[in-house]
Nanobody, 133 residues
Framework: QVQVVESGGGLVEPGGSLKLTCKVS????????WAWFRQAPGKEREAVSC????????HYDDSVMGRFAMSRDSAEATLSLQMNNLKPEDTGMYFC??????????????????????????WGRGTQVSVSS
């Protein structure tokens, strides 16, 4: 049984930091593209960072470039998202998603491609991040 579990969310003041973690089990971690998504209240789920299957380049949305850093530990089947200099507009539920053999970013521009949520086979339940003074 595949399990994808996010943790690390919380309430933080603007300018603060949080580190999210996504622990995965029940699948071959390196067979998947991995992405962090954010869903603000009343808005669609959007990708903020990702890494393609077999890739070593991280891709970020412009809104988080230079503030967020994604990493992974294949041995521990864990994904992380270090979020610094948080802003109120970063508030939302953060989800970890997996797409088998997916390609999520452009090697030319470094940007995240137009991802389709339906292409992601596995999701966690999310962790809430709230940025407010």
């Amino acid at each position: 049984q595949v399990q994808v579990v996010e943790s690390g969310g919380g309430l933080v003041e603007p300018g603060g930091s949080l580190k999210l973690t996504c622990k995965v089990s029940g699948l071959t971690f390196d067979d998947y593209s991995w992405a962090w998504f954010r869903q603000a209240p009343g808005k669609e789920r959007e990708a903020v960072s990702c890494v393609s299957w077999g890739g070593s380049n991280w891709h970020y949305d412009d809104s988080v470039m230079g503030r967020f850093a994604m990493s992974r530990d294949s041995a521990e089947a864990t994904l992380s998202l270090q979020m610094n200099n948080l802003k109120p507009e970063d508030t939302g539920m953060y989800f970890c998603g997996a797409e088998k053999y997916g390609v999520c970013g452009s090697s030319l521009t470094g940007r995240i491609l137009g991802l389709r949520l339906a292409d992601f086979q596995f999701w966690g339940r999310g962790t809430q991040v709230s940025v407010s003074s």
